[in-house]
């Protein structure tokens, strides 16, 4: 039940009831009503008797000045007669007019009019005349006949006067049962609407309670579903492998899970309420510059970020560890920020383990060399043994010399494939300027007697020197095993192109995926391409991946791995295009160097 219903059950349990007394009191108004109506016509009854008591009092004293005036002969006695008589016709048509449409009672006043009026002329008037004339007023036949209209004038006068009491009788016994009924619709309207209201209103409100207990099991669930999320995701942050701080949108630390605490070395007590760069207090590997908290990074780019390579986060008694980190926001329903959540781990091992594979990877790249390299030297080497014996063996001084000059020759080689080999292994601390054509021109060098016995040729289009910052042992590993594995993949009679192509600052760059159409720095692209079979779908998505190999145990299958993670360092981009089609196949590998990159970190 929402609002809205509740609202409409309580107009609806106040309406019901006005509406039921308006009922009642409507029924009752109407049996007032007719009560009075009744008791209206009873006084009408009342005033009616009252008026023939008055014409019978007229009669009566009509009748008793006309026998005090025949009694005693003296005029006085007749006053009441005159009086009356000049009353009486008028008191009943008064009467008359009372009797409003009643036939019957029109038709006893006619009666009594014609009895009244024979009495008045048949007896009264003649025996006043008598009187006056001083006549006998002792006939006895003519009382006797005057007692006899008047006898009939009393019985009409009777009979109105009976009729009227009867009416009135009835009319008392109708408003009597009119009250009767009244008090009984009242009682039945009474008990009826209240039994109504009663059913109604527990009807409503069993729907309303019903409504509640409802909202009570739901907000009781609810609570219950928000406890044991709550619980759940207390249990997941207590148990994750990664450290886990959320922080208030001041930045200020509100919770620490256990493996935060242990990697901080802050307890949760110490924590609470600390800004967060005083907990989590992070700088990078080579700068030892302070970085951005990622409470600011996120509130400046609000969404979530990943932090940047190399940071290394110091932990209260001032050791130090490699961590991974990425801070999101935590929004309200509005979408507003009100705090973040920052998660972080411990790759001090990771790193460990990855430097032990990238060097795993240089030993295998020059352990696979070395055979090859060994030739390289075992050949010069040879030759100037060769020359020697010559020498040794009778030579003239002009021979001499020109064998020595050789000899010169073959060692120089030596002495520049031992260079090339140093290379690969000696590391600058921090990037040096590299020409990119000559270390190119060196890793072929060594290469050589690698692409004789895969019996394949190599081309090179590299028309000027170029020039980048770099670290040059690592740029070496990245072109070495690019460059093998185009031979390898070309192999046996297919053919390896290395160029380079210098690129000004500001054109979009059109090699590379991951950079293309955006504006690039100044820099380089050294292509490596080869005709071999090119890669096949199945392969591509693993391509990258650290020990993937098609290679068996001729591989290691982390060259790509280990190149990327060298090219991303020096702020390039290493891409990779491949065509297995039947005519064009091939590979193409791309890896573009910044002249002045921004080096993500120092040196391994
Ligand atoms: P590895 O050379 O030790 O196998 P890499 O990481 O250098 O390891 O290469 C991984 C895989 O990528 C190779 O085994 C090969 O299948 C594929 N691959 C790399 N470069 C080429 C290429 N130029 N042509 C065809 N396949 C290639
Ligand atoms: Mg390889």
């Known amino acids: 039940m929402n609002l809205r219903q509740f609202n409409s059950v309580l107009r609806q349990v106040f309406l019901l009831p006005v509406v039921a007394l308006l009922v009642v009191a409507g029924a009752l108004y109407l ?48 006053q009441p007669f005159t009086e009356a008589e000049s009353h009486v016709q008028n008191e009943i048509q008064n009467l008359d007019a009372m009797a409003g449409g009643e036939a019957d009672l029109k038709h006893d006043l006619t009666d009594l009019h014609v009895s009244h009026q024979t009495w008045h002329d048949g007896f009264a008037l003649p025996i006043i005349a008598q009187v006056r004339g001083g006549g006998k007023t002792e006939d006895v036949d003519l009382n006797l006949h005057g007692k006899v209209l008047m006898d009939a004038v009393r019985r009409d006068l009777n009979d109105i006067i009976h009729k009227a009491e009867d009416t009135r009788t009835r009319r008392i016994a109708q408003w009597h049962q009119q009250v009767h009924t009244m008090l009984l619709v009242l009682l039945f309207l009474a008990l009826g609407m209240g039994i109504l209201i009663g059913l109604f209103t527990r009807n409503r409100l069993h729907t309303v309670s019903v409504a509640y207990r409802t909202s009570l099991e739901i907000l009781g669930h609810r609570a219950e579903e928000l406890f044991q999320s709550e619980q759940r995701l207390r249990t997941t942050l207590e148990s994750i492998g990664d450290g886990v701080i959320t922080c208030d949108f001041a930045g200020r630390i509100q919770m620490m899970n256990p493996v935060a605490r242990e990697l901080t070395g802050w307890s949760q007590s110490e924590a609470d309420g600390q800004p967060l760069e005083k907990v989590f207090h992070i700088v990078n590997e080579t ?137 690969l292994y000696r590391e600058s601390k921090a990037p040096v300027v590299v020409d990119l054509k000559e270390m190119l021109q060196e890793i072929l060098l060594l290469m050589e007697r690698r692409f004789i016995e895969l019996n394949v040729t190599v081309s090179t289009d590299m028309p000027q020197p170029v020039s980048v910052a770099a670290f040059p042992a690592e740029l070496r590993q990245v072109f070495t095993n690019l460059i093998t594995n185009a031979a390898e993949a070309a192999s046996p009679g297919g053919q390896v192109k290395v160029s380079i192509k210098p690129q000004g600052a500001g054109a979009p760059q059109t090699t590379g995926a991951e950079a293309t159409g955006q504006k690039m720095q100044a820099g380089a692209t050294v292509t490596i391409a080869d005709n071999g079979s090119g890669i096949t779908a199945e392969v591509r998505p693993h391509l990258f991946q650290p020990f993937f190999t098609t290679k068996g145990e001729r591989g290691t299958g982390l060259g790509l791995w280990v190149s990327r993670g060298i090219i991303n360092k020096h702020g390039g981009t290493i891409s990779l295009k491949s065509d297995t089609s039947q005519g064009t196949h091939g590979t193409v590998v791309s890896v573009f160097l910044a002249t002045n990159p921004t080096i993500n970190a120092g040196g391994d």
């Open 287 to 423: 700068s030892r510059k302070t970085l951005e908290t990622p409470v600011a990074k996120v509130k400046r780019l609000d969404r979530i970020v990943g932090m940047a390579n190399h940071t290394v986060l110091v932990r209260k008694d001032g050791t130090e560890l490699n961590i991974a980190d990425s801070g999101a926001p935590i929004r309200d329903k509005n979408g507003e920020i009100v705090g973040i959540v920052l998660v972080f781990r411990d790759i001090t091992m990771e790193r460990k383990t990855q430097d032990a594979l990238i060097a795993n990877e240089k030993l295998a790249v020059a352990g696979r060399l070395a055979a090859t390299i060994a030739h390289e030297i075992h050949n010069p080497l040879d030759s100037v043994s060769n020359l020697i014996y010559l020498m040794r063996n009778g030579a003239t001084p002009e021979e001499s010399r020109q064998f020595m000059d050789m000899a010169e020759q073959e060692l120089a080689r030596v002495t520049q494939i031992s260079r090339a080999m140093l290379g």
């Open 31 to 78: 049996q007032i009503q007719n009560a009075n109506a009744t008791v209206n016509l009873i006084q009408d009854g009342d005033a009616r008797i009252s008026q023939a008591m008055l014409v019978s009092k007229l009669i009566v004293d009509e009748e008793s000045g006309l026998r005090g005036y025949e009694t005693t002969g003296d005029a006085r006695f007749l």
